[in-house]
């Protein structure tokens, strides 16, 4: 089983790419294979049909979708912009479903985030769980939430409660 873990952020100190790695070294002890895809290759210009009609859909997105489809189950660790979905995973999401076939169909996909606020990104996950519903992904029932998230908050969070969380879908 192959364990795809995004991150929805590329900023350098990003809460959520920290979540990201706390996530796989969890996975990892665990004995679960998994890849860490890079945030900043989720990055593309804002979907247009005009640009997909010249230009195609981006080599990074392309990239991204061969990743989805080779995966068993995916983890989306989001931030929350607004109290929802960050534009850079949102785009990045919306371009993967231009290719011939979509490679979130039938995927399982488990939502997680982390936020300096009380809420742990809750609101981003729940827009997000309506997103990937509608592109025909099979959303686990339990987020993995970090609320009043920080450098020492993840690197503590709890292992038992992130294996439960990624044994949803096995």
């Not at 804002?46 to 392309?62: A, F, K």
């Not at 371009?95 to 939502?111: S, Y």
């Amino acid at each position: 089983m192959s364990l795809l873990i995004l991150a929805g952020s590329s900023r350098k100190e990003s809460l959520n790419g920290k979540f990201q790695k706390r996530i796989a070294e969890v996975a990892e002890s665990d004995g679960r294979a998994c890849y860490l895809y890079p945030a900043a290759e989720l990055d593309a210009p804002i979907y247009n049909g005009d640009y997909e009609d010249e230009n195609g859909v981006p080599s990074n997105i392309q990239k991204l979708a061969t990743a989805i489809s080779d995966a068993t189950k995916i983890v989306i660790v989001t931030p929350e912009y607004n109290s929802s979905v960050p534009p850079l995973l949102k785009n990045a999401i919306d371009w993967t479903t231009r290719l011939e076939q979509n490679p979130w169909v039938g995927k399982n996909v488990l939502l997680a985030g982390a936020s300096p606020g009380r809420m742990g990104a809750m609101r981003s996950m729940t827009h997000l769980m309506v997103v990937m519903a509608a592109i025909k992904s099979y959303v686990a029932p339990m987020f993995l939430s970090c609320p009043q998230a920080s450098d020492e908050t993840i690197a503590n969070f709890d292992a038992e409660q992130i294996k439960g969380f990624l044994k949803q879908g096995d």
